[in-house]
DNA sequence: ATATTGTATACGGTATACAAAATATATGCA
DNA sequence: TGCATATATTTTGTATACCGTATACAATAT
């Protein structure tokens, strides 16, 4: 049962002439008419070099993403995909395309033949997170370490140099800050799965959804302490740093699910 | 600017009187008209509770998985969305749904205007891979002896109980109860959104893709020990016999790496 | 007053139509 | 014959139409 269309091999990719020339065709897209939440869509974690640039669907998948995580699209609430097309500007089509990856990265419930719901990211799931985290940074770090060049690490000890715990600053652009920072040993750790599984299940974004949960002069200490067991690659130190830093926000949202939990119990 | 369809709240769900009384809308749904490979879509691993039953979408994105990660399709080849699509007896519109989510998942990628490729899997890919399975399956390895029930170690020790390396067994058959062992802990670890991030990445299928790494005769032991390790509860022990099972495979995938890379330069 | 059934409407899922773009083919010219 | 340009064909991306199902609401029965 040979199928036909097993034939077409796709051998006249990138050929010259073409507006894909030499290029990787990972290369993103530009859509300049969309303002983005820049803490939400800083350029280093969701670019999304992984989707392709079908024009209306990339738009819709970035603008329905930023309404979710923005909260302006409530979790449980329906998703009327006639009048969020109308919104957009664009046909259900497209929508529907920006929807059924959104239900991939599972920031979104399809329910058949009823719609498409918002999900909610619970603490509990926050907390299975953290520990996914936990694992997969740990090891970034790890490799991070041993792989990075004195130039990665001299551009990694750049972050948080504008911040300063005697003056009170921006608590938004400290977690832009916060996310980069993390962002830069995922990326830069010479395992590009692992960046795409961060991508894939928003393992930062959703966290950062909520919020700050640390305040900042509490885990700039941390932040830079690692900057430092970095930068003298100190591997055993780095680690136990990085996973000590996850593990107390991780603790945090525990501790929030308890004390939810027993003021249910007391009524 | 408060948008019109944020009034649409999603209220009504789950009336009785409709056909979805009483059940979660992530039920599986069964398209028994497509046979299954059963190696690669085992019931554990596939079901895609994360997919909704967008009847067409859903019947096209099992079909063209399994016909990527059988190599009925191969890396590289274009997917030509009229002809796949007549071939599945559906219409673009499904298919091109199907893509979109495979795209999600990296099996697949999407190019502007020029069409949709089978993705190649490379050596590299794998070795990143199980660096990230060693990180996450060493994390529920733990967390499963912590808070697993005597039923489900019992349940556990099940496993390979059929296999005797004295006669020969059905290789597939072994890889498949293979896949079944590591997604057993992944599933019983108290981390949903891990299993969620081992289905979104195709953790496991991907390298499955491969084929077997090392004989079953090195591994079956591998996995009994696990098993006992988990048995006695012994944290330290079962966790370094899971990691080094992994890295004992990844070693042999980067060696053959070496090799090719190697050859390469020799000519 | 409450429950039940029937009907209207809204909405989702799929197929199809159409336009834009890319590829393949043909034509003309050196 | 070989290359450049023009034309035809294929194929993708988007919009829209259609159909079936789910929900809302009203009318009727209990």
Known sequence: MAMHY?????????????????SS????????????NKLLFSKEISEMNILSANELTTLAYRKVKEMILSDE????????QDKLALDLGISRTPLRSALQILEAEHLVQSIPRRGVIVRKISDQKIVEIYDCRIALECMAVRNFIEIATEKQ???FQKFFKNFDTEKPFDSKTYQEEDI???????????????????????????????????????????????????GDRDIPKAVALAEDHLEKSKFLVMEKIERESLRKQNG
């Open 6 to 22: 097993l034939e077409c091999i796709a051998i006249s990719f990138g050929k010259p002439n073409t507006n894909c020339e030499n």
């Open 25 to 36: 065709y990972n290369e993103e897209i530009n859509l300049n008419s969309i303002s983005f």
């Open 73 to 80: 699209l409530k979790p449980g609430q329906k998703i009327v």
């Open 153 to 155: 690490i001299l551009k």
């Open 180 to 230: 980069k920072f993390h962002n830069y040993i995922i990326e830069n750790c010479g395992n590009e799965f692992l960046t795409r599984l961060f991508q894939q299940g928003n393992l930062v974004l959703c966290i950062s959804q909520i919020g700050l949960i640390r305040p900042p002069s509490e885990t700039l200490l941390e932040h830079r302490a690692i900057i430092q067991a970095i």
